[in-house]
């Protein structure tokens, strides 16, 4: 069983930055799609984005040239990259990872089998 532990968040104002971590157990890490979703209060919870397997990425509209994703195999770790924090960006953030090995892009929440606790991010303005 995967487990995964994300850590990073806090508060920052409006125009700042933050990095997120995902830390992963298990021994497949670099085998399987990586994927971020928030979710904001009174809303559901959205994609943000995606890192598979072989470093491609893929981010939501709202999000894309602001944040970057990434992930360092030798330390079971995903990074989320957050720049240019807007009020609208406040809302848990969750990592998330899909069991299948060299699988294809993963945007949907119930194509993740693992899920972090999740980090709260606050953007005040």
């Known amino acids: 069983q995967v487990q995964l532990v994300e850590s990073g968040g806090g508060l920052v104002q409006a125009g700042g930055s933050l990095r997120l971590s995902c830390a992963a157990s298990g021994p497949t890490f670099s085998s399987y799609n990586m994927g971020w979703f928030r979710q904001a209060p009174g809303k559901e919870r959205e994609f943000v984005a995606a890192?598979?397997?072989?470093?491609?990425?893929y981010y939501a509209d709202s999000v894309k040239g602001r944040f970057t994703a990434s992930r360092d195999n030798a330390k079971n770790t995903m990074y989320l990259q957050m720049n240019s924090l807007k009020p609208e960006d406040t809302a848990v953030y969750y990592c998330a990872g899909d069991s299948t090995l060299w699988g294809n892009l993963r945007t949907l929440q119930y194509e993740y089998d693992y899920w972090g606790q999740g980090t709260q991010v606050t953007v005040s303005s």
């Open positions: 890192i598979m397997w072989h470093g491609g990425t």
